[in-house]
């Protein structure tokens, strides 16, 4: 059970790049979620996906693009990346219902923006 | 909107001694509470939620919290701490209605002195 999963772990790459962090999740969950982690801020959202072909923006969406044609992936796509993108980010899943529900959370994507 | 506040960037205290980890929020409507832990290079656990019912909620790897409507609190104890505890640890609240995200807090590093 492989659950959820983020590729690549760590990536490096330039100003004015497209880059594409994956997230793929095992559980048919319905909802998933993309975070950066940045040191005194915690986890912030940036987008979110109710279910395949429904978006919705988080708290820092600029600069970020998110599709979801399939269920079990989310990817997260920066257009032009800058260095303020550099970051930790975390893709998380919830089954659909109750809030109540926790959310689990994939391993990680370090992304360095030189 | 929903927040969430973790008033300590960092709490130290020795094995064996009881920790505590602060976290107040704010929602309109009941809350729905939870902790989560990041260990090093890792993504987060979750270890325990708050619902309805017993304000003294149990959850994984012996830890506890308190829910305290009055003082709209949320901490996080254990009653015997260990150096493997030591990690990042983030508060999150979610309102009882509809299936919006989580709120994280800027989370609270702990660190166990052996």
């Known amino acids: 059970d492989a659950g959820i999963t983020q590729s690549p772990r760590y990536k490096i790459t330039e100003t004015g790049r497209q880059v594409t962090l994956m997230c793929h999740q095992t559980?048919?969950?319905?909802?998933m979620f993309w975070y950066r982690q940045d040191l005194g801020h915690g986890l912030r959202l940036i987008y979110y996906?109710?279910?395949?072909?429904?978006?919705d923006k988080g708290e820092v969406p600029d600069g970020y693009v998110v599709s979801r044609s399939k269920t079990e992936n989310f990817p997260l796509t920066l257009e032009s990346a800058t260095r303020s993108q550099t970051s930790v980010y975390f893709c998380?899943?919830?089954?659909?219902?109750?809030?109540?529900?926790?959310?689990?959370f994939g391993p990680g994507t370090r992304l360095t923006v030189l | 909107a929903q927040s969430v506040a973790q008033p300590e960037d960092q709490v130290n205290v020795a094995e064996g001694n009881p920790l505590t980890v602060k976290c107040t929020y704010s929602?309109?409507?009941?809350?729905?509470l939870f902790w989560y832990v990041q260990y090093p290079n890792r993504g987060l656990q979750f270890l325990l939620k708050?619902?309805?019912?017993?304000?003294l909620v149990k959850g994984s790897y012996g830890f506890e919290a308190e829910f305290n409507k009055s003082q709209t609190s949320f901490h996080l104890k254990k009653p015997s701490a260990l150096v493997s505890d030591s990690a990042l640890y983030f508060c999150?609240?979610?309102?009882?209605?509809?299936?919006?995200?989580?709120?994280f807090g800027k989370g609270t590093r702990l660190s166990v002195i052996a």
């Open positions: 998380a899943s919830r089954r659909q219902g109750s809030p109540t529900n926790e959310q689990f």
């Open positions: 559980w048919s969950h319905s909802y």
């Open positions: 996906s109710a279910a395949a072909d429904i978006t």
């Open positions: 929602v309109s409507g009941n809350p729905y």
């Open positions: 708050y619902i309805t019912g017993d304000n």
């Open positions: 999150a609240v979610h309102r009882d209605s509809g299936n919006t995200p989580l709120v």
